[in-house]
């Protein structure tokens, strides 16, 4: 699957969601963990690590009788090409606006 930005971003568009990237920026863990630095419930933080992992953001893997959730590359690169894009783009619109006012002001100046 691959991940859009889209996703990405309708993904962490909850605080919750965005507690768990923010856990798990620090280092891989299961539910439990996850559960007991947050203040809601562990079947809520299954529901919100699915959305998570459907959107690219994070993955898990069986450890035992556990799943252990990560951070997923994959959502974090969709979401930094988009914000490049974005960024590109005001960059440009920037550049153009400079532009236009050095090119009017030259007009200006002249006799």
Do not use: C
């Amino acid at each position: 699957m691959t991940a859009t930005a889209t996703e990405v971003l309708d993904a962490l568009g909850d605080s919750r969601r965005r507690n768990i990237v923010q856990i798990l920026r620090h280092s891989p863990a299961p539910v439990r963990v996850i559960a007991d630095q947050l203040p809601i419930s562990r079947p809520a933080v299954s529901r919100h690590l699915k959305l998570l992992k459907q959107a690219g953001l994070v993955a898990d893997e069986p450890f035992g009788t556990r799943r252990i959730y990560r951070l997923q590359n994959e959502g974090i690169q969709a979401l930094r090409e988009y914000l490049n894009a974005m960024w590109q783009t005001s960059l440009q619109d920037f550049a153009k606006t400079v532009e236009s006012e050095k090119t009017a002001n030259d007009r200006d100046d002249r006799p």
